[in-house]
């Protein structure tokens, strides 16, 4: 079975620009979350999706950053203008309907910011 | 306070020894508890659960203990291909899941 699918897996880019990470959940999966991992400040949550609808998104560092989900099998998050201080890894994670919180990661995408 | 705590390590220790890592969280009213490991440049993974009457699954022993608002990760017989780091994890309900920053274990030959 396909885990969670996140593209690119790599994306550097110059300060100032666009950058849009996008993401596939496990099919069947209602919840979605994405998360910043940095050595400074560990895996931080940004915002989770359930059932396509913004749950919580108080761990969006600034309106620079904004994420959609349109349909139950995709996602984006998208940084605009993006700054060097972003560069992380980008998780994305879903989760299925049910009692269990288990969490399934995609492989992340690992942004450069010049 | 983080709401989650863990000692960074990383711990270095020879193949065949038994290792434990420990946890803290803030939250009294936390509800659920994991441990997820985490392999070099990887993704996340869940390790397992963590249930208030311990458990145990092949060399590694989970505990619980909602007095102490502790948790902790028992390794039996390490193996090389435990080295990794390894994640305490929280859900108090309010966010989703609160990760720690994670305790880094070497095994060595």
């Given at each position: 079975d396909a885990g969670v699918i996140q593209s690119p897996r790599h994306e550097v880019t110059e300060m100032g620009q666009e950058v849009t990470l996008r993401c596939k959940p496990i099919s069947g999966h209602n919840s979605l979350f994405w998360y910043r991992q940095t050595m400074m400040r560990g895996l931080e949550l940004l915002i989770y999706f359930n059932n396509n609808v913004p749950?919580?998104?108080?761990?969006?560092?600034?309106?620079r950053f904004s994420a959609k989900m349109p349909n139950a099998s995709f996602s984006t998050l998208k940084i605009?203008?993006?700054?060097?201080?972003?560069s992380a890894v980008y998780f994305c994670a879903s989760r299925g309907p049910g009692s269990t919180d288990t969490q399934y990661f995609g492989p992340g995408t690992r942004l450069t910011v010049l | 306070r983080k709401e989650v705590e863990q000692d960074p390590g990383p711990f270095n220790v020879p193949e065949g020894a038994t290792v434990a890592f420990n946890c803290t969280y803030s939250?009294?009213?936390?509800?659920s508890f994991f441990w997820y490991r985490q392999d070099c440049r990887k993704e996340p993974k869940l390790l397992m659960s963590v249930y208030s009457s311990g458990n145990e699954d092949g060399r590694f022993t989970a505990q619980l203990n909602r007095a102490s608002q502790y948790i902790s990760l028992l390794i039996r017989d390490?193996?090389?291909?435990?080295s990794a780091t390894y994640l305490c994890v929280v859900n108090s309900?309010?966010?989703a899941l609160t990760f720690g920053s994670g305790t880094r274990l070497q095994v060595q030959p």
């Amino acid at each position: 079975d396909a885990g969670v699918i996140q593209s690119p897996r790599h994306e550097v880019t110059e300060m100032g620009q666009e950058v849009t990470l996008r993401c596939k959940p496990i099919s069947g999966h209602n919840s979605l979350f994405w998360y910043r991992q940095t050595m400074m400040r560990g895996l931080e949550l940004l915002i989770y999706f359930n059932n396509n609808v913004p749950i919580d998104d108080s761990g969006m560092p600034e309106d620079r950053f904004s994420a959609k989900m349109p349909n139950a099998s995709f996602s984006t998050l998208k940084i605009q203008p993006s700054e060097p201080r972003d560069s992380a890894v980008y998780f994305c994670a879903s989760r299925g309907p049910g009692s269990t919180d288990t969490q399934y990661f995609g492989p992340g995408t690992r942004l450069t910011v010049l | 306070r983080k709401e989650v705590e863990q000692d960074p390590g990383p711990f270095n220790v020879p193949e065949g020894a038994t290792v434990a890592f420990n946890c803290t969280y803030s939250n009294s009213a936390s509800q659920s508890f994991f441990w997820y490991r985490q392999d070099c440049r990887k993704e996340p993974k869940l390790l397992m659960s963590v249930y208030s009457s311990g458990n145990e699954d092949g060399r590694f022993t989970a505990q619980l203990n909602r007095a102490s608002q502790y948790i902790s990760l028992l390794i039996r017989d390490s193996k090389l291909s435990d080295s990794a780091t390894y994640l305490c994890v929280v859900n108090s309900g309010r966010r989703a899941l609160t990760f720690g920053s994670g305790t880094r274990l070497q095994v060595q030959p």
